[in-house]
């Protein structure tokens, strides 16, 4: 009996393990060691639904209306985070990820917030100016704002802030293009720029730029090693850091000279953090957790039968996860177009998708979400077809039996490794044997694919709101720079290095889709990836969470307006 006329099966055996693994445990669904966990200083590291994301929306609980609640905010209280996510450290001017960005935007003031409409808000920029030409961004900052010890905020702070990401931040192409940043008075930062640049704004976000205060981190010593990181935190932001454990606990308490009057909300915001997802359920199921993202399907189905608890897909939008299987072009095999092309045949899409992720992934066919206005739906997709299969490998000169190859995963991702798993079967089918390759450990699997020292891997990349900053980085032949989640496959095309380069300088936003498709469709034909999934991005929170975060950043975007109404 082949693999395929035995998927019904594996689907129903798939979805009594996870029911069985609820009982005594549970599965994070991926975001727990996707980019949101694992980036690195030294490099780079969900959206909602899709176009074809029926069954994924249908399952939303009505966030809006329950989190509704009659009369004005109440100050005070402690908000808890359950958490699987552990942090290296707290300075994401240098850091990207999740794990980082969720307590560092409440210790960090960013300069612009952006609402659920992706339209920017003011934050620490009261307002803001692009040039005509697109070449400079002008800024001024508000006057009143202090850091956590007191000392001003002011626009040398925001200048050095964005010297020093475009410096360390792994997300090269983010400030790229930032050429000075003047500093005509305390208030007020121009932003000069070597080309338009449409991401600038985004870039304001909390999530990518905190300002971070000149007069700690300007001592001379490494900005993504220093103790000032972790240690003795002076932040910007609406809470100040008062216990930081990365293994068990990150505490935060108001900050009382917040520049927004009257904010936070919240007297106290803890972040518990868990080796595995058990815990934050049972503490939102018990009540003793207020908010948690990500847990393990089996629960997450549970979990939306639960009348005490949320369950949405909003927020997020920015991330734009995708889930993928990524080729190594330097092997000689795989370095040939015609059998990543049957590979991409052998597997069954909709079946990972429905089966292994239990419905609750959209399907994906490119590296931009299907949520962004750059996505291009009609690219070749790929669909089963074992016949044509066996037929590229035949015209490639391949026999039955000819290739073998390795598959390897993040440990710790149960979605990556359900995919890597059911990829071992499916090609047998065209006679390509695989076996699987795990890794011990995060780093160890980071060093793997960042050297070039694999063949095949299951990978979670985000978009991170715009392509600019989150795709071009995965296929710009310049950026193959021996760091994770960066150009790891490989991949070269002039063609697509210039479409990127000209699609990231164009604010036409009709002009970027028309060059996003055509990239599209180049990378569609020639598979230096097979995109699966596009993971929404899920929260579950109590009733009594107000003003929860379900902008397009999510948890990762500051919580001065939450508060708590019991």
């Known amino acids: 009996m082949t693999f395929h006329r035995l998927r019904a ?5 798939f979805a009594v393990s996870l029911t069985a693994a609820a009982c005594g445990g549970s599965d994070d669904s991926g975001s727990a060691t996707d980019e949101g966990e694992a980036e690195t200083a030294t490099e780079d590291t969900t959206a909602d639904s899709g176009e074809d994301s029926a069954d994924a929306g249908d399952q939303n609980s009505d966030a809006g209306d329950a989190a509704a609640v009659d009369g004005d905010p109440v100050a005070g209280g402690t908000l808890v985070i359950g958490s699987t996510q552990v942090p290296r450290h707290l300075n994401g001017a240098v850091q990207s990820g999740y794990a980082t960005a969720v307590p560092g935007t409440q210790l960090n003031a960013g300069l612009l917030l952006y609402d659920e409409e992706w339209n920017p808000q003011p934050y620490l920029a009261e307002s803001w100016e692009v040039a005509d030409d697109g070449l400079s961004v002008t800024v001024k900052i508000v006057e009143n704002a202090v850091f956590h010890d007191g000392e001003p905020i002011t626009s040398e702070d925001v200048a050095f802030s964005i010297l020093t990401a475009q410096a360390h931040h792994p997300f090269k192409t983010m400030f790229a293009p930032v050429t000075t940043v003047d500093t005509p008075d305390d208030y007020t930062a121009v932003i000069n720029l070597s080309q338009p640049h ?27 090693t220093h103790p000032r990181n972790s240690e003795d935190f002076v932040g910007s932001g609406p809470f100040q850091l008062v216990e930081y454990n990365p293994e068990s606990i990150i505490r935060m308490e108001r900050f009382d000279d917040f520049f927004i009057e009257g904010r936070p909300y919240l007297d106290e915001i803890i972040i518990e953090i868990y080796p595995d997802p058990s815990p934050a359920v049972l503490g939102l199921e018990n009540g003793t957790v207020h908010l948690s993202s990500a847990p393990g399907p089996a629960d997450l189905i549970r979990m939306q039968d639960n009348p005490d608890l949320i369950v949405t897909s909003d927020g997020h939008e920015a991330i734009g996860q995708i889930t993928w299987l990524e080729f190594n072009l330097a092997d000689p095999v795989l370095g040939i177009q015609e059998v990543r092309q049957a590979i991409a045949y052998a597997l069954d899409r909709e079946f990972m998708v429905d089966a292994l992720d239990l419905g609750l992934t959209n399907p994906t066919k490119t590296g931009i979400t299907p949520f962004s206005p ?17 037929q590229l490998l035949t015209d490639a000169g391949f026999a039955e039996g000819d290739i073998e190859l390795t598959i390897d995963y993040i440990p710790g991702f149960p979605q990556g490794t359900a995919y890597a798993e059911y990829a071992v079967q499916a090609l047998e089918e065209i006679g390509i044997a695989v076996s699987l390759n ?29 392509p600019v900053i989150g795709v071009h980085r995965t296929y710009l032949s310049s950026n193959r720079v ?38 599209q469709e180049i990378v569609a034909n020639e598979v230096p990836i097979y995109f699966v999934s596009n993971p929404p991005f899920w929260q ?17 975007s500051p919580m001065h307006e939450v508060w708590l109404s019991e």
Request: hydrophobic share 40%; charged share 20%; net charge negative.
């Open 482 to 519: 021996g760091a994770i989640w960066t150009n790891n496959t490989g991949y070269e095309n002039a063609e697509v290095d210039a479409l990127l380069d000209k699609a990231g300088q164009t604010f036409d936003e009709a002009e970027r889709k028309d060059l996003y498709a055509q990239f």
């Open 9 to 13: 099966l594996l689907a129903l055996l």
């Open 374 to 390: 750059f996505y291009d739906g009609d690219v070749e997709g790929y669909d089963l077809d074992l016949d044509k299969a066996r």
């Open 438 to 466: 795990p890794s011990p450990d995060f780093p160890t699997w980071a060093e793997r694919v960042a050297s070039g020292e694999f063949q095949m891997t299951t990978n979670n990349v985000w978009n991170w709101g715009d």
């Open 198 to 224: 449409p991401a600038i704004l985004l870039a304001m976000s909390p999530a990518l730029l905190p300002i971070i205060p000149e007069h700690i981190f300007n001592d001379g010593q490494d900005l993504p």
């Open 540 to 556: 579950v929170y109590q009733p009594s969470v107000q003003n929860p975060p379900l902008n397009i950043w999510g948890q990762m």
